[in-house]
């Protein structure tokens, strides 16, 4: 009897440490994938479901006119204004700082009051430190334009030469691009044809030219740069058009 219970006491211990070592070597158990929903029961409405709401993400404007750095140009020039009252004397040394663009040709038009008595000229691209001397070619003091070019072989390299683009319509958004006063960088500022009309020009006030009015702010130093319909882009084919400022 005694015996009998003996083996029992052995078989239980036995198998109470055989299901201890299941337990412990057992692997743990892998993560519940996700089910599919329920189907529908007829006749019992279910939930409506959350629309996703997209979140917009900001995206730059492209620019309206292209690479214009690659046309525009400034022109420091170092002029001595004569003095027509006492001719005599030599006038003071002045320096004045404008802008010009591209044309075909290897040409740089600007206004003529930029280059007006100049002793020497100056002419800087974007992204270029270097100065390149320049020299008048033709001046029209009526309508206040000039052109200059530039001696150097590899200034026109890769430049973008500008066209002439036809009267812009009133109320049509443009943007005018020059070097005005407060930095060294390009400018650009926008604004709206107001006005067109033939007014008296101030550099020469001879006589009446077209004159196209804008709402954009224009500072010393944004004359000869172009102004250029907004809502042109460039293309490989084509080139923006522009006025005069």
């Given at each position: 009897m005694k015996r009998a219970l003996i083996f029992v006491g052995i078989g239980l211990l036995v198998g109470s440490t055989s299901t201890f070592y299941a337990q412990q070597s057992a692997p743990a158990a892998s993560p519940v994938e996700p089910q599919a929903p329920p189907p529908a029961i007829p006749g019992r409405s279910s939930p409506p479901a959350q629309a996703v709401v997209p979140v917009p993400v900001p995206i730059a404007p492209p620019k309206p006119n292209g690479p214009v750095q690659k046309s525009l140009v400034r022109i420091t020039a170092t002029s001595v204004e004569p003095d027509y009252k006492a001719p005599w004397n030599s006038g003071?040394?002045?320096?004045?700082?404008?802008?010009?663009?591209?044309?075909?040709?290897?040409?740089?038009?600007?206004?003529?009051?930029?280059?007006s008595n100049s002793r020497y000229l100056t002419v800087e691209r974007e992204g270029d430190p270097n100065k390149y001397s320049a020299t008048v070619q033709f001046v029209?003091?009526?309508?206040?334009?000039?052109?200059?070019?530039v001696s150097a072989p590899d200034f026109f390299k890769n430049m973008l030469p500008l066209k002439f683009g036809g009267i812009p319509a009133?109320?049509?958004?443009?943007?005018?691009?020059?070097?005005?006063i407060g930095g060294e960088?390009?400018?650009?500022?926008?604004g709206i044809v107001s006005r067109i009309d033939f007014q008296l020009y101030t550099h020469s006030s001879i006589d009446q030219h077209l004159a196209i009015q804008i709402s954009a702010q224009i500072n010393p130093g944004n004359s000869g740069g172009p102004v250029m319909p907004s809502r042109f882009r460039v293309t490989a084919a084509m080139s923006p058009k522009a006025w005069p400022t």
């Open positions: 003071g040394i002045q320096r004045g700082v404008g802008a010009g663009f591209v044309i075909s040709g290897n040409r740089i038009l600007t206004n003529a009051h930029v280059v029209a003091h009526d309508c206040d334009l000039a052109l200059i070019t009133l109320e049509s958004t443009v943007s005018a691009y020059g070097y005005p960088r390009m400018s650009v500022t926008t």
